[in-house]
């Protein structure tokens, strides 16, 4: 969380406030909403960011107003903002359960007074019509606080429920931006469903369960009961997988889960169409597992899933050398077929795989990858390709050497593969930045410069046979370059930042463009009085002068379209009145001090 000395200022700022009171309270509040505007709240900021940033305001905030009136005021700036975004929902269902927000993160004794008022997850529809004050009073007489009460501030709703306001924790409140428990522990689900069945066992299992029990107090009873049978489910199969271990082959460990109380497991194409039919290896230790589960699950059955936990350790010999590599199982199917002749044709392969050619030459490139088999010239017979088992020194030194990571690369038969990466795309986009900066400076086009312009720009500059940007893809390549503080991005809307504009805000851009008029006319003004030029022509050079120069700063210097600040003259009166001023003041001192004798 916060360091030690993030936890200074926040007790400056504590100290601060409870000082000055309600003024410091909305001059902090403002300066913080717009602090989160400028900062935070854009297209150049991923969610995660957000949610992170969101998560720390909370803790921080809930320092030092205990009330929470500006952990929900604040809050909901960035909870609006952050709806609108189509990759949210799955970032916060990914976060809390990363993150873990609540976990014995008890860090004041505000969320300590809090946590021990209410651990139950409340709505604010559920409170309407309850006397929430009743409740507070009696919580705070039973644990003996009542000495402790501090009335709500002034800037407090009054038409809001203390309870739901009081009950606010990270948890809570990036719960809330679902608007729905119930969506929020559906998503919950899903993702713990598909964490359990990539690490099973082995990783992460216990902090999983310790989790889920600490979830299970802020929601009611029932509502967490499929994500408990799901983490049994993994238990058992633990236990199991150890019992029948003595009585197979070699060890299996299936994850057998309850198919009423999970969220329906999609199988991948080639399950869909072509049934599951393991190699004689497998299908023996599968039937002996089926009869050691029959023995302690009674009216039960087992369907298998080869696209879920399927991941083969196998001891390969070839020429002598032993290797030891983990593979997909349906890889590893095709493999154990060249264990029993070392050259295929392609059309043999489909009929002893009992795959298509198409599924069959996914899984016959990927073994390929890897340097487990190649790829050999045509059949003289039927003119057809065909796969051979790799036995050359140089490819088995390079499966010894690779790193086990490589061979845990993820393979989906239900999704074609892309040769590239978006991050490989992003890269490729890099070639066209110098145009798309040049069109971004310049504006050859009236039409607006957003992500969907540029991306129909890229689609036209992709050479056949290329891999076409995504939107997406297009993003994170304009993303990328508000990070390098080459472009920004209003409205959705690009724009260009030369080495010279310095200012990327309006704003701040204004205020230089204001000073620097205020420092020009001091010096016009001296200048002036001491020549001295005097009459309505020394008047107009002024004005003349310092309009001029604004604009050439503004539109020359620093590369800006003057029509994003209004127009030409909408700049020329920026702090026209307070320079003028300063300009006559400065004038007749200057020349009353040359005339003086």
């Known amino acids: 969380m916060w360091k030690d000395r993030g936890k200074n200022v926040i007790s400056s700022i504590k100290k601060l406030i409870d000082n000055y009171d309600l003024y410091s309270r909305e001059a902090f509040s403002i300066a913080l909403e717009k602090l989160i505007r400028d900062k935070l709240l854009h297209v150049g900021v991923n969610t995660h960011d957000i949610l992170q ?49 609540g976990d014995n993160c008890l860090t004041s004794d505000i969320a300590v007074t809090n946590a021990s008022r209410l651990t139950l997850m409340l709505e604010e529809e559920q409170l309407n019509g309850l006397n929430d004050e009743y409740v507070i009073m009696m919580c705070d007489n039973r644990e003996n606080r009542w000495m ?82 799901m983490i049994r489910d993994i238990r058992d199969s633990w236990k199991l997988a150890r019992f029948a271990a003595s009585s197979l082959p070699f060890p299996v460990s299936p994850r057998v889960v309850s198919f009423v109380y ?23 230790a599968l039937d002996n597992y089926e009869k050691v589960y029959s023995q302690h699950k009674a009216a039960r059955s087992i369907t298998w899933h080869s696209d879920f936990g399927s991941l083969v350790e196998l001891e390969l010999e070839i020429d002598g050398k032993t290797l030891d590599i983990e593979l997909p199982l349906p890889q590893a199917q095709i493999l154990f077929l060249f264990a029993e002749k070392e050259k295929w044709i392609i059309s043999e392969l489909a009929e002893k795989s009992g795959i298509n050619s198409t599924q069959l030459k996914k899984r016959l490139e990927w073994l390929c990858s890897k340097g487990l088999i190649f790829q050999g010239g045509l059949d003289e017979i039927t003119l057809e390709e065909t796969f051979c088992l790799t036995s050359s020194p140089s490819s088995i030194q390079i499966i010894e050497k690779r790193d086990e990571a490589v061979m845990l690369d993820d393979f989906s038969d239900d999704e074609e593969e892309e040769q590239n990466s978006v991050e490989d795309v992003v890269e490729e986009l890099e070639q066209y930045w110098n145009y798309t900066k040049n069109l971004l400076i310049y504006r050859t086009t009236n039409e607006p410069l957003t992500a969907q312009y540029l991306h129909r720009m890229f689609k036209n500059f992709t050479s056949p046979g290329k891999t076409i940007p995504s939107l997406d893809a297009v993003q994170m ?9 080459l472009v920004i991005i209003e ?55 310092s309009t001029i120069l604004g604009h050439l700063y503004l539109t020359w210097y620093q590369e800006k379209d003057d029509e994003d600040f209004g127009g030409f003259w909408e700049v020329a009166k920026e702090g026209f009145g307070a320079a003028f001023a300063t300009f006559m003041v400065s004038w007749v001192t200057a020349y009353s001090a040359s005339q003086f004798e």
Not at 491 to 516: H, I, M, P, Q
Not at 523 to 535: N, T
């Open 53 to 101: 940033a969101y998560a720390t305001i909370i803790e921080c905030l809930s320092q030092y107003d205990p009330s929470f009136v500006l952990v929900h005021r604040i809050c909901r700036i960035i909870r609006d903002y952050v709806k609108q975004r189509p990759d949210t929902m799955r970032t916060i269902i990914t976060f809390i359960a990363i993150e873990k927000p």
């Open 491 to 545: 409205n959705g809307v690009s724009k260009a930042l030369t080495r010279r504009s310095c200012w990327a805000d309006k704003d701040e851009l204004l205020d230089v463009v204001y000073w620097g008029r205020q420092i020009l006319s001091l010096v016009i003004g001296l200048l002036w009085g001491l020549i001295p030029l005097k009459g309505f022509v020394a008047l107009v050079l002024y004005i003349g002068t």
């Open 262 to 284: 999970w969220p329906e497991i999609q199988s991948s194409d080639l399950d869909s169409n072509f049934p599951f039919h393991p190699h004689s290896i497998f299908k023996d």
């Open 477 to 485: 390549f304009m993303h990328r370059k508000v990070r390098q503080n």
């Open 148 to 229: 402790d009460w501090i009335p709500d501030p002034i800037d407090a709703d009054p038409k809001e429920s203390r309870l739901f306001r009081e009950s606010a924790d990270v948890f809570n409140m990036l719960v809330s931006i679902y608007g729905s428990k119930d969506l929020f522990v559906k998503e919950y689900q899903n993702l713990l469903a598909e964490r359990l069945l990539s690490n099973g066992w082995e990783r992460h299992i216990h902090s999983e369960f310790t989790y889920l029990e600490t979830m299970k107090r802020r929601f009611t009873e029932g509502e967490l009961n499929q994500c408990e049978v």
